[in-house]
């Protein structure tokens, strides 16, 4: 089986930058426009600077009712940390057309995630 040369060798370290053009964030957007949740996740993702996991342990409970300036405490799984999710008019936007689009009984931002 051919090794992935995507996936670094044992014991080495890679880097990862944060995304910052906003050409590069509009490309990602127009992808995900279709994805309703995936589209949530990278936006909140990038307007709180939250990691994946922290985003994904995100309940519907705790940010249907956030309005545009409104924000919720998080601690972060990594570092134990507490960040601050704030809800902007971008974010907002986003959330609605998802919530629009909610299975029933869905707890969870993550779809994959039910119960």
């Keep these: 089986m051919p090794r992935n040369p995507n996936h670094p060798s044992r014991g080495?370290?890679?880097t990862v930058e944060p995304i910052r053009d906003p050409k590069d964030i509009e490309t990602i957007?127009?992808?995900?426009k279709n994805r309703p949740r995936d589209l949530l996740l990278f936006v909140m993702g990038i307007n709180n600077g939250?990691?994946?996991g922290d985003l994904l342990k995100l309940k519907v409970g705790q940010v249907r009712h956030l309005k545009p300036g409104q924000s919720i405490a998080i601690r972060e799984g990594?570092?134990?940390k507490i960040n601050i999710l704030m809800m902007?008019?971008?974010?907002y936007k986003v959330l609605q057309r998802y919530l629009d689009e909610?299975?029933?009984?869905q707890?969870?931002?993550?779809?994959?995630?039910?119960?």
């Excluded at 957007?29 to 995900?32: S, V």
């Excluded at 902007?88 to 974010?91: D, L, P, Y």
Aim: hydrophobic fraction near 35%.
């Design 78 to 80: 990594k570092t134990g």
């Design 102 to 105: 909610l299975q029933p009984g």
């Design 12 to 14: 080495s370290r890679i």
């Design 29 to 32: 957007r127009r992808l995900l």
């Design 50 to 52: 939250l990691r994946a």
């Design 107 to 115: 707890i969870y931002l993550d779809i994959h995630k039910l119960g």
């Design 88 to 91: 902007n008019k971008s974010t």
